[in-house]
Nanobody, 126 residues
Framework: QVQLVESGGGLVQAGGSLRLACAAS????????MGWFRQAPGKEREFVAA???????????DYADSVKGRFTISRDNNRNTVYLQMNSLKPEDTAVYYC????????????????WGQGTQVTVSS
């Protein structure tokens, strides 16, 4: 069992930055794919970024096209925490951001994730 708790959301002006954090409890954090998803009002939950692994020692980052070059995902296995650094924020980035964990080869598909955090609100004003 993995429990996830997000933090770091808030209100920021367009062009600003925020860093989200997701702290995980449970075993074998290093072996999980860690993903960030977001859901805006009236829209479906969408993939943002993932820090994926097949071995627990080699990691790859993957990003949605809409955030590529602006967002950076990273993890600290010693702290069981994954981060999402968000720069050059736009009003269309406004959403509730969720952290999720799974194992396997499907890291972009939210239906393949087993564990979810409660979400943190990010609001970008124009």
């Amino acid at each position: 069992q993995v429990q996830l708790v997000e933090s770091g959301g808030g209100l920021v002006q367009a062009g600003g930055s925020l860093r989200l954090a997701c702290a995980a409890s449970g075993r074998s954090f290093s072996r999980y794919n860690m993903g960030w998803f977001r859901q805006a009002p009236g829209k479906e939950r969408e993939f943002v970024a993932a820090h994926r692994t097949t071995s627990g020692s080699v990691y790859y980052a993957d990003y949605a096209d809409s955030v590529k070059g602006r967002f950076t995902i990273s993890r600290d296995n010693n702290r069981n925490t994954v981060y999402l650094q968000m720069n050059s924020l736009k009003p269309e980035d406004t959403a509730v951001y969720y952290c999720a964990a799974n194992q396997g080869i499907y890291w972009r598909d939210s239906s393949k994730y087993d564990y979810w955090g409660q979400g943190t609100q990010v609001t970008v004003s124009s």
